[in-house]
Structure formats: C-alpha cells, structure tokens
C-alpha cells in the first residue's frame, strides 16, 4: 500500500506552482509595461486643439492656460488645460520651437544641477522647493509677490527674471545661488517648468493643493 504524501509536502507541487506564478507574474509585468509607456506617452498639438486628455501633453501646452483643479471623481488635484494664452508674448508656437525649449530648459535643468536642491517629479532633494508644479504657484501669479518683486507683467517674465538674478531677490533663508543662467536658457527652464505642471501626476506633490490659491488658479 503506498504512502499518501501531503500537497504541502509534494516538490511537484511546489515546482507547477512556481511555473504558474512565474508565467502569470510575466504576463502581467508586459500588460503593465504596454499600459505604462501609453499612459506616458506624449501628446500631440492636435490632442490639445481637440481636447483630447493625456497625462503627458505636447511641448505646444506651452501656448495655453493651465490650472490646477479639485476632481471629486478621482479625489485629487488635476491639471486643467484651457484657451491660449501668451507665453513670452507670443501662443503660436509650432511643436518643433516648443520641443526645442523643453528640450534646453531639460538639459539647463540638469546642467545646472537643479535636483541637488529641489524636487522635480519626485525626484531630487527637499532642500529648496517642490518644482513639479511650480508654474502653478499663486506667487508668481498676478496677486502673488513675485510679479511685483521682479517689476515683470508677466508670469514667465517674472519667473525669468528671478531664475537669472536669485540674489536680488531674497525670498528666503535658503537664498538660491546664481548658476548664470542666461535669458535663453531661463526661457527654457520656464517653458519645462510650465510643461511639467500640465503632467497629470494623480495629485503629486500631495501638499501642493492645500496652498491657498493653487486651486483654480491664475
């Protein structure tokens, strides 16, 4: 008579388990690969002309309004994005200039070595503030300090102008030092800042939306 073996006790078992786990583990991690890299796929322009949502849109964002909004559906924040507007006194930039000045105010982001002090995306330091949704910040905006501190009319003018000389400007005890950063290559920070705050990041920073003013912005 043969001697019944306990299913926890069988090697057999415990190796077709490890197959299975290991095939549906596989499956699942090339789904979620294909899911991620559609979901972080960059837009078009003519996403943005046909109010088509994506997390990340096209360069040309930079043409238009972007704010900040409570959804009740999803229970954070949400970047909204509406009409033109000027950025750097001009809304008709083509996806090849806007790319462009992403693509200098990236670079300039790194070769200035922003993250050493800031936060960018979750990446970076906590030393210096959050700048994932920096353009979204009422201070820079029309009834915020910044506009005023700088003697700029605009947004981006102003944001500019502190980039370039942070030492005439002392906001804080963590004073930011000037890295000689050029008119061109602020120009080009602010176009990547701007762009980063229309990424939809599911509510990240998280602190972001209880500053007052941060929603439904200017």
Not at 59 to 64: A, D, E, L, S
Not at 120 to 146: F, H, R
Not at 182 to 205: C, Y
């Amino acid at each position: 008579m043969s001697k019944q073996v306990s299913v926890w006790t069988d090697n057999r078992f415990w190796a077709r388990s490890a197959a299975w786990v290991t095939g549906f583990s596989s499956i699942l991690l090339i789904w979620l690969t294909f899911d991620t890299s559609s979901q972080i796929a960059m837009g078009t322009e003519s996403d943005l002309q046909n109010k088509v949502t994506k997390r990340v849109p096209a360069p040309t964002v930079i043409n238009y309004k972007i704010t900040y909004e409570m959804s009740d559906k999803r229970g954070h924040e949400v970047p909204v994005i509406g009409e033109k507007e000027k950025f750097f006194g001009r809304d008709d930039y083509s996806e090849q200039e806007a790319a462009d000045l992403l693509h200098l105010g990236k670079l300039g982001s790194q070769a200035k070595n922003c993250m050493n002090c800031h936060t960018i995306l979750g990446n970076g330091a906590y030393y210096a503030p959050d700048l994932t949704k920096a353009w979204l910040d009422p201070a820079w905006g029309p009834e915020g300090s910044m506009m005023a501190l700088t003697g700029k009319q605009t947004k981006e003018e102003a944001m500019a102008e502190f980039l370039m000389n942070p030492s005439k400007y002392p906001t804080h005890e963590r004073m930011m030092p000037d890295l000689g950063i050029t008119a061109e290559e602020a120009k080009g920070l602010v176009a990547f800042l701007k762009h980063m705050s229309s990424i939809d990041t599911n509510g990240f920073p998280r602190n972001f939306g209880r500053m007052q003013g941060a929603i439904h912005g200017k």
